[in-house]
């Protein structure tokens, strides 16, 4: 059975739906019996760090030795009327489409429909283009402090959004974020509540987490049966000549996320779905984003794991 067309028995079975989807394999079913195999994730590499240079990004990815990719609206904007073009462009540097960035969920009744409709064509386009998850981020109200019902209205908003791509073959990842209305642990913890575990999963930034002050291997312990993919990130905090609440996200093993500590507990949960390393912007003037690339790929390769 191929992947949509798991998604269309699981609709109209009206279980588990898109959370069934969330690896690209079959892997797991294998990996539960087969309790000594080592189950590790796939692991791609986030096109943010180009700066919207799509084409480079994905040649020194795929040069770099990542199997996979996650891509932003930038890619909408050059490939939207020709995903196939993208497609293949992929297919011939052997990358999975593994996520496309689709931008914040609105928590405001103005703009709702606009809003959907932004979702439902990133959605056909990731369709088009081969791709498997759709990110977005939420929004934190303006001039107040979050209520109950702000953590309701998102968890159905996103419940909406994510059936609707289901439609389309894509599964909805929600990105926790600082600044947003899932930026600390317990806020990411009410949205998901609030949401349908059908239709809305857990696409857990890793130094995002880190930064709300929590620990995401207590994050993927809490959330292992919500998590669809992550950002498997770093992030420096405190950075020094800079106020004390300051971070800046930096190549693995440079910061303070207990990334040794991530990769083990995605091992125990027997996690092998997609963990896209992710880099916002080169933080060293001195390196290129292939740099940073190749910075995070040796900490992995050093722990032990094949990229």
Known sequence: MDRREFFATSAAAAVTGIAAAATPSAASSAAAREPTRRVVPHFGYAAITWGGDDVQAIDD?????YRGIQLRASAVTRWGASPAVLRQ???????????LSSGSVTIEPAGMQENMALHLRH?????????L????????PQGRRPT????QRMGERLSEIGRRVSEFGVALGYHNHMGNLGQAPDEVARVLEAADPRYVRLELDTA????????P??????????LLFLHLKDVQQPVPGRPANAYRFVELGEGRVPLVAVLA?????????????ELDGVPDPARTPRDCARISKHFLESHGYTV
């Open 133 to 140: 998850y759709l990110q977005v981020v939420d929004e934190r």
């Open 123 to 131: 959605a056909a386009f990731l369709r088009d283009a081969g791709g």
């Open 265 to 277: 507990e995605l091992a125990r949960i027997r996690f092998d779905g997609w963990a896209i390393v």
């Open 89 to 99: 462009r992929l297919a011939d540097r052997a990358l999975t489409f593994a996520a």
């Open 217 to 226: 291997v207590d994050a993927i312990r809490q959330h292992a049966d919500r």
């Open 148 to 151: 109950a019902d702000d953590f």
């Open 208 to 215: 995002h987490y880190q930064a709300a002050g929590g620990n």
């Open 61 to 65: 990815i795929a040069a770099v030795g």
